[in-house]
T-cell receptor, first 114, second 115 residues
Framework: GAGVSQSPSNKVTEKGKDVELRCDPISGHTALYWYRQSLGQGLEFLIYFQGNSAPDKSGLPSDRFSAERTGGSVSTLTIQRTQQEDSAVYLC????????????FGQGTRLTVV | GDSVTQMEGPVTLSEEAFLTINCTYTATGYPSLFWYVQYPGEGLQLLLKATKADDKGSNKGFEATYRKETTSFHLEKGSVQVSDSAVYFCALSDHGSGNTGKLIFGQGTTLQVKP
């Protein structure tokens, strides 16, 4: 596609429910990243994919968070048993290869847990 | 671990004023440094980058020089415009962290330019 596409753009969910956030990277980009942007914490790295594998999951805040990538393309970030502190904007980025190349960001999914 | 520290905002300037947004970093390896910008209602986009010491990144009138001796990458623009109003993020990507390309961001600095 023309850019990184994320869906939904907004999601309101009740505490305790599971949510899935989707990222469609730029075609041909092998590297994919998830970040979280919240008021108190700024922009935090969550997970990195190279192809379908995730060699760096160091930013996932708890075992309620997981992500997968299939076909070297679309990625899904899943948050189980959502908590109010999970409320944030979740950003996805992709690039051709990890080091020194420009990462292109999606518009993000704004998650609100009520 | 690696970290980036930016000056706190918001920064409010009049049009045509000189802009400096300070950024310093801590890294165990030899990072590449970036400035990203987030315009209102838009996604993050790369503004400029520098990959080694003494490199100068520049774009749209903005400049930043990679200073290893002071571990800094301050963003400057000689004459700001109202259209430069945005949130600016300094970031690093550490070559030593498995070459993943993951970005460590500063907290962001909001710039408001008044006509």
């Amino acid at each position: 596609g023309a850019g990184v596409s994320q869906s939904p753009s907004n999601k309101v969910t009740e505490k305790g429910k599971d949510v899935e956030l989707r990222c469609d990277p730029i075609s041909g980009h092998t590297a994919l990243y998830w970040y979280r942007q919240s008021l108190g914490q700024g922009l935090e790295f969550l997970i990195y994919f190279q192809g379908n594998s995730a060699p760096d999951k160091s930013g996932l805040p708890s075992d309620r968070f997981s992500a997968e990538r299939t076909g070297g393309s679309v990625s899904t970030l899943t948050i189980q048993r959502t908590q109010q502190e999970d409320s944030a904007v979740y950003l996805c980025a992709s690039s051709r290869r990890g080091l020194n190349t420009e990462a292109f960001f999606g518009q993000g999914t704004r998650l609100t847990v009520v | 671990g690696d970290s980036v520290t930016q000056m706190e905002g918001p920064v409010t300037l009049s049009e045509e004023a000189f802009l400096t947004i300070n950024c310093t970093y801590t890294a165990t390896g030899y990072p590449s440094l970036f400035w990203y910008v987030q315009y209102p209602g838009e996604g993050l986009q790369l503004l400029l980058k520098a990959t080694k010491a003494d490199d100068k990144g520049s774009n749209k009138g903005f400049e930043a020089t990679y200073r290893k001796e002071t571990t800094s990458f301050h963003l400057e623009k000689g004459s700001v415009q109202v259209s430069d109003s945005a949130v600016y993020f300094c970031a690093l990507s550490d070559h030593g962290s498995g070459n993943t390309g993951k970005l460590i961001f500063g907290q962001g600095t909001t710039l408001q330019v008044k006509p």
